[in-house]
Structure formats: C-alpha cells, structure tokens
C-alpha cells in the first residue's frame, strides 16, 4: 500500500542483518546470526498476502519481532512508508503501531486475564477514538465480533480463560477490524488452534486482504497452510530468503532445492499426489544443514551443487 503522500512502499525491508551476542563485543562462536541479508518490499497500490516460510531457526520470527520494532536489528533498514522504524519519532511512532498489528503465536499472553472481553475491545475503541459515543461503540465491536464469526452475547462479559484458542484469536482479528490496519504480522497464528477453525482464520484474514484492503506477512512452518492462503512467498532457511515469487510458480517450480526439499516433505496419504515431487534432496531437518558465511545451506547434501554455491 503506497503511502498517499510520498509515494514510498508500505514496507521496506532491506538487507536486514540481526545478530544475537553473548558477549557484547566482536563476532565469535558465541553469536548468533538469526538473519543475514535479508530483504522484502510490499507496495502499496493493493493489498497483498506475503507467506514467509521456513523450518524452526530459519529466523522467520525474528524478523517479524524486527518489522515490528521488538527487537532491534544490527545492520540495514526497515522503513515504514519511506521513514525508518528506529527513528519515528514518537508521533510516527503511534501511527506506526496502530497500523501495523501483530497476531501472535499463543493468544492466551496477549490478553490482560483480569480483563472481561468487552473491556478489551472498548479499550481500543478509546484510546484510537474510533466512536463518538457509547451506542456507537457498541455497534463497532457487535460488527466487529460478526465479521470473524463470533456472537457477541457468546464471548462479551467472559475473561479469556473462558474462551477456546479458537476464540481469543478471533477476538484479536476482531481487534484488527476495529482498528483497521495497514499491515497485519501473523506468527504462527494457527499453531495452537483446532485444525477445523484453521481454515475459518485463514479465509479471514483473505477477507480482509479483499474486502478491507489490508495487507499481511503470515510467518508459518507449514507450507500446505501457505499454499492455502496464496499470493506470494519467500522461503527462509538458517536467516537467509532462499527464493520468493508468486506462491503457484515456487510450488510448481522451485529453483532452489532446498524448497523442493520442504515441498516433498509435505505428508501425503498417496505417495504419487505429492507436489511435483523431484526428491533431489534427501529429508533433513535445517539443523542438520552445513552454514558458513558464503557457502548455500544446502551445499552438502543438494546433487546439483556448482562451485558458485560453495
């Protein structure tokens, strides 16, 4: 989504490195380097749907804690409608946060437990000044309940232990539709949900995509679930994007192996429905993948290795 002044993408990232230390000091065994380049741009001229995709360490939600300014980043840029995160000013700073929205991983931590849900809800109401008077007010969270297929009277008056996983995560997009956003970051918002309501919060956050024009970077470990959502995806291995494009052309031809390695991975109950499978890789967790400054993190085990991926 462009931004109506200045005609900057909505969301900048640029060659973003962010390195975890132990010791404060210059890079040793001790650090960590959860992303190493890494770069994504989402324009503004119509809402998109961006799956960053990549096993546990792959440094996907790192770099949603980065867009979303909770973890500092050691080197690069992540801007803002051309204004760089880390020097908003405290104005900026505001409507950054209103318009770009987390969901995260466990929806339980995101709630106060001693707030009855309605006073959530009313809270945001508030202090955004998104109604004039109380029966507004109202009717905006009554809407706003509706449209992620909740009945009000079911879920206003109880506290979040009261309610399913299910539940408090369609309280948080019912937060999102009050509030509005530019920008939803979703990491692994289905993990710890009924697999029958997955497919309900997925086409959600579709709706919104349509029908509210608000964009979304969905970090997930499934790529069956990315597939689902469509749209386009990058595929992150050891805090590195390995490749990225529209979601029907990655799937369908994948030029690095290492993707072809997470779509022959994805369970199928006939072996010959898997996924324009190749099998050019053998099935190994990230983990168990070579990583050095310049080398490919597939290098040892892919069949197609050059010189240039060393």
């Given at each position: 989504?462009?931004?109506?002044?200045?005609?900057?993408?909505?969301l900048?990232?640029?060659?973003?490195?962010?390195?975890?230390?132990?010791?404060?000091?210059?890079?040793?065994?001790?650090?960590?380097?959860?992303?190493?380049?890494?770069?994504?741009?989402?324009?503004?001229?119509?809402?998109?749907?961006l799956?960053?995709?990549?096993?546990?360490?792959?440094g996907?939600?790192?770099?949603?804690?980065?867009?979303?300014?909770?973890?500092?980043?050691?080197?690069?840029?992540?801007?803002?409608?051309?204004?760089?995160?880390?020097?908003?000013?405290?104005?900026?700073?505001?409507?950054?946060?209103?318009?770009?929205?987390?969901?995260?991983?466990?929806?339980?931590?995101?709630?106060?437990?001693?707030?009855?849900?309605?006073?959530?809800?009313?809270?945001?109401?508030?202090k955004?000044?998104?109604?004039?008077?109380t029966?507004?007010?109202?009717?905006l969270?009554?809407?706003?309940?509706?449209?992620?297929?909740?009945?009000?009277?079911?879920?206003?008056?109880?506290?979040?232990?009261?309610?399913?996983?299910?539940?408090?995560?369609?309280?948080?997009?019912?937060?999102?539709?009050?509030?509005?956003?530019?920008?939803?970051?979703?990491?692994?918002?289905?993990?710890?949900?009924?697999?029958?309501?997955?497919?309900?919060?997925?086409?959600?956050?579709?709706?919104?995509?349509?029908?509210?024009?608000?964009?979304?970077?969905f970090?997930?470990?499934?790529?069956?679930?990315?597939?689902?959502?469509?749209?386009?995806?990058?595929v992150?291995?050891?805090?590195?994007?390995?490749?990225?494009?529209?979601?029907?052309?990655?799937?369908?031809?994948?030029?690095?192996?290492?993707?072809?390695?997470?779509?022959d991975s994805?369970?199928?109950?006939?072996?010959?429905?898997?996924?324009?499978?190749?099998?050019?890789?053998?099935?190994?967790?990230?983990?168990?993948?070579?990583?050095?400054?310049?080398?490919?993190?597939?290098?040892?085990?892919?069949?197609?290795?050059?010189?240039?991926?060393?």
């Open positions: 989504m462009t931004s109506r002044s200045n005609g900057a993408p909505l900048e990232v640029a060659h973003v490195r962010k390195v975890f230390s132990n010791t404060g000091g210059l890079l040793s065994a001790q650090d960590v380097v959860a992303l190493d380049d890494v770069s994504l741009m989402l324009q503004g001229d119509e809402a998109k749907l799956t960053i995709v990549g096993e546990s360490g792959s996907k939600s790192t770099l949603a804690r980065c867009i979303l300014g909770l973890t500092p980043i050691t080197e690069g840029s992540i801007r803002y409608r051309g204004q760089e995160i880390s020097q908003m000013n405290r104005t900026a700073l505001h409507e950054y946060r209103r318009a770009v929205q987390p969901v995260f991983q466990d929806p339980y931590a995101t709630y106060n437990p001693f707030y009855r849900i309605d006073r959530v809800l009313n809270m945001i109401v508030r955004f000044k998104l109604a004039s008077s029966s507004e007010a109202t009717k969270i009554d809407e706003a309940l509706r449209a992620v297929d909740l009945r009000p009277h079911d879920v206003l008056g109880r506290y979040p232990h009261q309610l399913s996983g299910g539940e408090r995560q369609r309280i948080m997009l019912a937060r999102i539709y009050l509030m509005k956003p530019r920008l939803i970051i979703a990491d692994e918002p289905i993990s710890m949900i009924d697999a029958a309501l997955r497919a309900l919060f997925l086409n959600i956050l579709i709706d919104f995509r349509d029908e509210l024009g608000i964009s979304c970077i970090i997930t470990h499934n790529l069956a679930t990315a597939y689902y959502l469509g749209g386009e995806i990058m992150m291995c050891r805090g590195r994007s390995i490749e990225e494009g529209a979601m029907d052309s990655v799937v369908k031809e994948p030029s690095h192996p290492y993707t072809q390695l997470l779509i994805v369970p199928s109950q006939d072996p010959r429905n898997r996924w324009n499978s190749k099998r050019t890789t053998n099935a190994v967790e990230a983990s168990e993948l070579n990583f050095s400054a310049n080398a490919c993190v597939i290098v040892e085990r892919c069949p197609h290795v050059m010189d240039i991926c060393r």
